[in-house]
């Protein structure tokens, strides 16, 4: 056999080792011993927050409750192995949480976040694995808590136009969420609320990895000559790796006065998180091609979007999305620039953890 047979050999034994022995997973039951060893006074039994013991009450703050399968369901697993090894500091959380990355090593803290994860059926919910960063235009999968202002400045001949977004996102039941927008906008001198927005968001589909969801938003003229319109979306987010995150969305717009003016929008993000911790800067690329329905193709309109995520709190709770978008086709605008600040109310207050 020659050389590069053998490494090829070689390579090929060590995949097969690789995917036969796959990484040794948690164990929860010596997880559940570390927990009633050093989390419990705390934490309560299995998992449970008893908010009557004085332990509790002599804390100062109350810590979450593990048996809550909304709350169990939306934390990522690694956050949490964060917050046990460095302590609630590390993500913004109270400084009441211990760190634990002296008395237990990595592999018992992994068993006691699978014990954690073990201690209520979160079956039907959503893991917060796959709330992924909010970008610009891809709509995004993950139904979550969180209030989003967003302003897009277009630069173009004549008066240029600034628009306004703010966004009410509530979670509905196991996998769904309210969307409440309202939009205003300023063209020159004028400048009116223009639209309020009321829609719902159901994800479909979805693991540790995946996630796909349905919408459907009603857009209702607030000033007198406007128009309405139906948006439907279709909404899909995956981790490529632990440092490649992709998001995409297809989303149909239908005016109520002629839906044959509506357009065809498909948006797809890159986004490259480089670490887990700390939350800072993230960049991503994302394209975008618009289509209107009576179009023949020569009408497709391509953008790309060069933009940057911005943790303002330690876990992120609280972040700042920047990005410029490029025309790439015939557009009539020359660039438009992009600030939105999001707060995702179900980790925190807004002041908390900067
Ligand atoms: C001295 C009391 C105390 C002990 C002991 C303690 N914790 Fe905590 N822990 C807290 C408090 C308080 C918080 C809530 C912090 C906040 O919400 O600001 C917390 C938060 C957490 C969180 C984050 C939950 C979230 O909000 O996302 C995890 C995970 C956690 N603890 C796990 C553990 C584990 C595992 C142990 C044992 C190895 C442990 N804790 C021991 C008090 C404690």
């Not at 419990?40 to 409750?65: F, M, N, Q, W, Y």
């Not at 979670?171 to 309210?178: E, I, P």
């Not at 987010?237 to 992709?246: D, F, Y």
Request: aromatic content about 12%; some cysteine; charged content about 20%.
């Amino acid at each position: 056999m020659n050389k590069d047979f053998r490494i090829a050999w070689l390579l090929a034994g060590a995949m097969i080792l690789a995917f036969a022995f796959p990484v040794a997973a948690a164990n929860i039951d010596n997880g559940r011993q570390i927990y009633d060893t050093y989390c419990v006074t705390c934490h309560g039994a299995g998992g449970r927050l008893d908010v009557s013991s004085p332990v509790i009450k002599g804390l100062g703050v109350e810590p979450a409750d593990f048996s809550d399968p909304l709350f169990n369901s939306r934390e990522p697993a690694g956050d949490w192995e964060m917050v046990i090894k460095y302590g609630g500091h590390a993500l913004g959380l109270a400084e009441q949480m211990p760190a634990q990355g002296e008395v237990l090593n990595d592999e018992q803290i992994s068993d006691v976040t699978a014990f954690l994860k073990s201690v209520v059926d979160t079956s039907g919910f959503p893991p917060g694995e796959m709330n992924l960063f909010l970008p610009v235009r891809t709509k995004k999968a993950y139904p979550e808590d969180e209030i989003v202002y967003s302003g897009r400045y277009t630069d173009q001949d004549g008066d240029s136009e600034y628009k306004q977004v703010l966004e009410f996102e509530k979670r509905f039941g196991k996998a769904g969420q309210g969307i409440l927008e309202f939009v205003h906008e300023r063209v020159g001198s004028e400048s009116e609320l223009s639209e309020a927005e009321i829609g719902y968001k159901q994800a479909l589909s979805f693991s540790t990895s995946h996630v796909l969801s349905a919408a459907a938003v009603v857009a209702i003229p607030i000033e007198a000559d406007g128009d309405g319109e139906l948006v439907t979306y279709l909404a899909y987010g995956r981790e490529l790796s632990p440092t490649w995150i992709i998001q995409s969305s297809l989303r149909l717009k239908f005016p109520f006065e002629g839906a044959s003016d509506g357009e065809a929008e498909l948006a797809g993000i890159v986004h490259w998180v480089h670490s887990p911790w700390p939350r800072r800067v993230f960049p991503a690329l994302e394209v975008v091609a618009t289509n209107p329905f009576r179009s023949s193709n020569g009408d497709l309109e391509w953008t790309a979007m060069p933009q940057v995520r911005i943790g303002l709190t330690r876990g992120g709770h609280v972040a700042l999305n920047l990005g410029v978008e490029l025309p790439l086709s015939d557009q009539t605008w020359d660039q438009r620039y992009y600030v939105t600040l999001l707060w995702d109310f179900a980790d925190g207050s807004f002041f908390q953890g900067w």
